[in-house]
């Protein structure tokens, strides 16, 4: 009867490592499909509109609005420094930032969309290259602002 007893406890507790492990697949495969997901709708807005997407920049756009709030006059005493990380550069030190982080993102997201192996056909895989490394040079050359303008004329509408 003991050894009855071992051996369902023991199938008990292989079934219920496997179910876990079974859970745990699903989850991690879900979150890789979700990332593989994001990245190609970046990939397709950064193609169809040539700006960033709003992810990549949001937390710039608060610290540049932050910076804007903070140099108005009368908005802090002469004197005291600011505690906040970040508050201290100014929108322009910001904004080239924002620039910076951008291309970095770019850089990767069109080396990911280079070495994908979920492509067509390899004309494909060429003209997204080709599109990706375009908006790059583009927004190497341009003004960070530029990359912040289209989206906050389309907000303000």
Excluded at 56 to 70: H, P
Excluded at 126 to 131: A, E, Q
Excluded at 140 to 148: E, G, P, T, V, Y
Aim: charged residues 30%; contains cysteine; negative net charge.
């Amino acid at each position: 009867m003991p050894l009855l007893l071992a051996v369902i406890l023991f199938a008990c507790v292989i079934g219920i490592v496997l179910a876990l492990i079974t859970l745990s697949l699903q989850r991690i495969s879900g979150r890789v499909i979700e990332q593989y997901k994001e990245r190609l709708d970046d990939a397709n807005s950064i193609m169809d509109q040539g700006l960033p997407p709003d992810a990549w920049v949001e937390q710039f756009r608060k610290r540049i609005e932050g910076a804007a709030d903070d140099s108005s006059p009368g908005s802090s005493p002469q004197g005291i420094p600011s505690l906040t990380l970040g508050r201290d550069k100014s929108a322009e030190e910001i904004g080239e930032q924002a620039r910076r982080h951008c291309l970095k993102r770019l850089k990767t997201l069109t080396s990911f969309m280079e070495k994908g192996k979920f492509y067509d056909e390899d004309q494909t895989r060429d003209t997204v290259v080709k599109s990706l490394k375009n908006v790059y040079d583009m927004w190497a050359a341009c003004h960070w602002s530029d990359l912040f303008k289209s989206d906050e004329a389309e907000q303000s509408d």
